[in-house]
């Protein structure tokens, strides 16, 4: 597939032109390697006189460590050490994982290793050090802890009431955050409303399941000073900054290794205490030591996410106008907010999102957020989206169904209309560049509504409840420092790209960007590539390393294209410049009259060029023949961040359709489109698996994914056998389409594409089901959507 | 996730396994490890010896014997989704099969280590119960034979004793007139069944004249009703009046994908679903 029809961005010139690949589905460089099996993961590094370590953990959800005593396992075959956290603390300095930007946020400080109480099952207390893993797991069952088990608090609904378990007593009780929005007067707007309808959501906790589970090989080198971490993250300054700051190391002195990483939706942007234990003990014994989490720490220590219970209020007038919305969440963290982010943010996009793409005068939320003894939570994938989503879109169809009005028609009535940008979220926060007017319509036009409406009735009247949904939603994606760096956090939201021409003509480009597998790297090279005028094959990249690319934030937040990919752009644009002002004194003529396509330097009114290997051999071996005083610099490099605007917004609508079972409850996705708008797509296959990447992952939080935990707060499916995430059998067509708006924050007008599939689909879903459910009068509010749920709703069980 | 130490042995050949099985109270079987190497990495299970037997020779013959299928115990389940002998005299295999897990586990899982593992929600353990099947095991007195109603005792356990080995299933051919009939509900396609049930049918859709409903993933092991296929018989469906039998017949056991009462309506319709597959 090779179609530049998307590239509607008049500000990266002609299509027409040779190199031009912005735009262009090519396929990427990397999955060859990866398909190969030549991938370099963490677990596939091996270093001399490493060792391996295995964590004892908490098999209760709370309780006091009253003693540890490691004799016997220190003695066992192939152990190096036994840690407990003092021996951990002496190495490592305690966090906190609050920010100052979002009012008063309470938790308390966090070590690596449990100290005197155990808050989750999983959380590590002690670490054996051992030649091999399986060696460090058998000492791992000669460890005698004398525990006593506590009253775990499990539920968050009543983790505030107060006979509740107060996981943290110098707190007080167990409120980590709480934020109130106000806009208008919702009070008022609901008495003059026709109608007022109303709706409870729950969500299960579920988490990112990454193919490759969290990795870290840490490598402390005494003679000099350095630390070497080869992580499989997001963020890799972030973690420089951190381990530096926590082990009391030079920054400089870190360097931060981030090469394959099989997948991270968000879990792996976090500190998590396994991993700065990993550090300490590689600073402590001074050898490299590897910690690989297995499948069950990975389900019981990766963070976890959506356990949210949401209620709101929707009231409209006679003509659907929506006039005020109220909401108010809970969602439960886990005993700790994590470090450095905090556990704050899914709820305060709930309370930003809600709504957003339409106009709503008067809007009220609410958000608490408590502690509870389980797996800490925070932000994965379409942070707070789906339950912003879900609410938003629930509310809007039961208006729909009282005033009987059509779905797409009362959405279609109350967004803020294409062409009235820059505009605000019903929160508050500000919006432009976004098209849910242009982008529903594509929608409606490619679902063909008649047709499943048609379908949907013959179904019927075989026995089969069939039902669609139709969904308008914001993503938030290129966040600008208003997003962590305001609060405190050293999480760079600028990121840099450098650009250079070698001697031999190659074009090497590293980038503050991390790639986990999105295609990061093929992307990068395409804008290098198309803005510098070179075939794709001669340009390599470098990303996730420290000490060899430029600062930055990495990848999270769907920000690699918009912010990296624009540095990209103005650093090949600036070693253009350069390339071209060379030339101009090489070839003795105006550098106006120079262009530079595949790989050479051409007179745009014909004639003989010069190859850029030759203009780079001139350049490196024989400077001299240039004029004196060229600026002969073939090395650019530029940074690029957001300004002026907390996020760089993408809109998406979505659709599906749905049938279900009456007798088992069973769920069948017929069918699933969606329309995404995220200005210049870079490479547009790469968007479409990031939006069916998303949805499938959405279809998880909608019918799937569920930690589930027995009421001490053990979880009981921690397994990929039990914890079900969908599978190809479970993945439906999923029709891509897009609308195209460029975001006038940068020249390349690439917004992010990675969040709406997984924000948005558990809300259709959750629509189509209740549209079908509604024909028998039954009604489901809580996510996953098992067929249980289903078979209690209408009655059966 | 890493096994406990334990010793490998690789048998040369039935004697010799059964030799060591018997001799170690805490040795175990390998075949195709899809059940047993799991519970080995997560320390589950800490034998100290893993017997493999995969590499004995002839113990995954497929063959008519007499009036009955014999499947020997090391054939895979890809090896009897393929066989035509299989296809040809138990047709409704394959669509079992299809049923248990994905292609990569059903390459290495083996007819006989699911039929000795005895997992009450697999499939092959209900079908040998439903057919009447016969299990042979060979130990250090011999080859014995035991019906598969016998076979299963409760949850992963078994009448097999320390030195004896599974060494192949035989199933009586089908008459005419006969026929297994098979569905299962499940989350998600592969899965473990919420509730699954096989049933051995003698007739057709509007004229049955015998039947046997044997459930699975119901309770601890394959669960027989034979009151409920009787009062279906006389009665025809009847979602109530089957549920209530059920209910009085079979001890339903929740788990994380569903409730008692779920598994308990989930077979009623079950049933229902079953015998629609019949031809008129």
């Known amino acids: 597939m090779d179609d530049i029809k998307v590239n509607q961005n008049p500000k990266l010139g002609s299509l027409d032109r040779p190199n031009s690949y912005i735009g262009r589905s090519l396929p990427r460089e990397n999955a060859k390697k990866h398909l190969d099996g030549g991938g370099q993961f963490v677990d596939d590094l091996t270093l001399p006189r490493m060792v391996h370590v295995a964590f004892l953990r908490s098999p209760f959800a709370h309780a006091e460590i009253k003693s540890i005593n490691t004799n016997d396992a220190k003695k066992s075959d192939g152990v190096v050490d036994v840690f407990t956290a003092k021996e951990i603390d002496e190495v490592c300095k305690p966090w906190i994982g609050t920010l100052g930007h979002l009012g008063e946020m309470r938790s308390p400080e966090q070590t690596p290793l449990a100290k005197k109480i155990a808050r989750w099952q999983g959380e590590p207390v002690a670490v054996v050090i051992a030649d091999s893993r399986a060696q460090a797991e058998d000492a791992l069952e000669l460890i005698e802890v004398d525990w006593a088990e506590k009253e775990a608090q499990v539920d968050m609904e009543t983790a505030l009431d107060s006979n509740a378990v107060v996981i943290h007593p110098e707190l007080g009780n167990n409120l980590f955050w709480t934020r109130t929005v106000n806009q208008g007067d919702v009070e008022k707007a609901f008495k003059k409303a026709d109608a007022v309808v109303e709706a409870t959501l729950d969500f299960a906790r579920h988490t990112g399941v990454t193919l490759e589970s969290r990795g870290i090989v840490a490598d402390w080198n005494k003679a000099e000073n350095k630390m070497t971490i080869y992580h499989n993250g997001q963020a890799p300054h972030m973690m420089q900054h951190i381990i530096a700051k926590h082990l009391d190391l030079n920054e400089g002195l870190v360097r931060i290794v981030s090469r394959d990483v099989g997948g991270s939706f968000g879990i792996k942007v976090h500190v998590y205490p396994d991993e700065m234990a990993v550090t300490a003990i590689s600073k402590k014994i001074g050898r490299p030591v590897k910690f690989i989490a297995d499948r069950l720490e990975s389900f019981t220590t990766d963070i976890h996410a959506r356990c949210h219970k949401i209620s709101g209020k929707l009231g409209v007038d006679k003509n659907g106008k929506i006039l005020a919305m109220e909401i108010d969440d809970l969602s439960g963290i886990g005993p700790f907010s994590m470090y450095p982010r905090t556990s704050a943010i899914e709820t305060n996009q709930v309370l930003n999102l809600s709504g957003a793409p339409y106009v709503i005068p008067n809007y009220k939320a609410v958000g608490t957020v408590v502690f509870q003894n389980k797996t800490p939570m925070c932000q994965y994938r379409a942070v707070g989206h789906p339950i912003a989503v879900a609410i938003t879109e629930a509310l809007i169809d039961k208006a729909a169904y009282k005033i009987d009005m059509d779905i797409d028609k009362i959405r279609k009535i109350n967004f803020i209309p294409d062409n009235a940008y820059p505009n605000k979220c019903p929160s508050g926060v500000p919006l432009e560049d976004l098209s849910h007017e242009a982008s529903m319509d594509k929608l409606l036009e490619i679902m063909d509504i008649k047709e499943i409406e048609a379908q949907n009735e013959e179904d019927f009247k075989k026995g089969v409840l069939t039902g669609h949904g139709v969904i308008s939603m914001c993503e938030v994606t290129n966040p600008s420092p208003l997003f962590y760096g305001v609060g405190g956090a050293h999480i760079s939201s600028q990121d840099g790209a450098s650009i250079r021409l070698e001697g031999s003509g190659a074009i090497h480009l590293s980038s503050s960007i991390t790639e986990q597998g999105q295609g990061t790297e093929a992307i990068m090279k395409q804008i290098a590539a198309d803005q510098l005028g070179v075939k794709m094959e001669s340009v390599r990249v470098t990303l996730g390393d420290t000490d060899a690319t430029p600062y930055g934030g990495g990848t999270w937040a769907s920000r690699g294209a918009g912010i990296g990919g624009e540095a990209v752009l103005k650093a090949a644009r600036k070693l253009k410049d350069n390339i071209l002002n060379i030339a101009a004194a090489i070839m003795q003529t105006d550098k106006d009259t120079l262009d530079i396509e595949d790989n050479n330097v051409i007179r745009k009114n014909g004639g003989e060029g010069i190859t850029l290997q030759k203009l780079a051999e001139t350049v490196y071996y024989r400077g001299h023949e240039l004029p004196k005083g060229t600026n002969a610099e073939l090395l650019a490099t530029a940074s690029f961040l957001i300004e002026g605007i907390p996020f760089v917004f993408t809109n998406s609508a979505m659709g599906c359709q749905v049938s279900i079972d009456q007798d088992t409850g069973i769920i069948k996705i017929n069918k699933f489109w969606a329309v995404e708008d995220c200005g210049t797509q870079i490479n547009p296959k790469l968007v479409e698996e990031q939006i069916r990447g998303g949805v499938i992952q959405g279809i998880g939080g909608a019918l799937f994914e569920e930690c589930v935990y027995d009421n001490q707060g053990n979880m009981q499916n921690a397994t990929m056998a039990d914890y079900l995430v969908p599978m190809a059998y479970e993945m439906p067509d999923i029709i891509v389409d897009h609308v195209t708006t460029n975001s006038g924050r940068s020249i390349i007008g690439a917004k992010g594409a990675g969040e709406a599939g997984t924000g948005g689909a558990p809300a259709v879903i959750m629509n189509a089901v209740n549209n079908a459910l509604k024909q028998v009068n039954a009604e489901v509010v809580s996510q996953p959507i098992t067929p249980e749920k289903i078979l209690k709703a209408l009655g059966k069980i | ?280």
């Not at chain 2, 004995?56 to 054939?75: H, M, P, R, V």
């Not at chain 2, 389940?77 to 299989?86: A, E, I, L, Q, R």
């Not at chain 2, 044997?214 to 009665?235: H, I, M, S, W, Y």
């Open chain 2, 1 to 280: 996730m890493k096994a406990a130490h334990f010793s490998y042995h690789e048998a040369l050949n039935l004697q010799d396994a059964i030799k060591i099985k018997a001799h170690d109270d805490e040795s175990v079987i390998l075949a195709g490890g899809q059940s047993l190497l799991p519970a080995l990495n997560m320390r589950l299970s800490s034998p100290t010896c893993l017997i493999d037997i995969s590499k004995i020779s002839g113990l995954n013959e497929i063959k008519i014997d007499g009036q009955t299928l014999f499947i020997g115990a090391l054939a895979t389940h890809s090896d009897v989704m393929n066989n035509k002998t299989v296809k040809n005299n138990m047709p409704c295999m394959f669509d079992i099969l299809k049923m248990v897990a994905h292609p990569a586990i059903r390459n290495k899982g083996t007819h006989g280590g699911s039929i000795a593992y005895g997992d009450p929600a697999a499939e092959l353990p209900a079908l040998a119960v439903a057919t009447n099947a016969e299990i042979i095991v060979s130990g250090q007195n011999g080859d014995r034979s035991i019906n598969a109603k016998d076979f299963y005792l409760g949850l992963f356990e078994t009448t097999i004793n320390q030195d004896e080995i599974v060494v192949g299933i035989k199933y009586p051919l089908l008459k005419k007139g006969q026929k297994i009939v098979f569905d299962e509900v499940c989350r998600r396609h592969g899965d473990y069944a919420m509730a699954g049930l096989i049933a051995n049918v003698m007739g057709s859709k509007n004229d049955i004249k015998d039947l046997k409903l044997v459930f699975f993933a119901t309770g601890d092991k394959p669960d027989v009703a034979d009151k409920t296929a009787r009062l279906c018989l006389e009665n025809g469906y009847d979602y109530d009046k089957l549920k209530n039998s059920l209910s009085t017949e079979i001890d339903f056991a929740g788990d994380l994908n569903s409730s008692s009462e779920m598994k308990l309506h989930l077979a009623t319709v079950l049933i229902k679903k079953v015998l629609s597959k019949l031809e008129i």
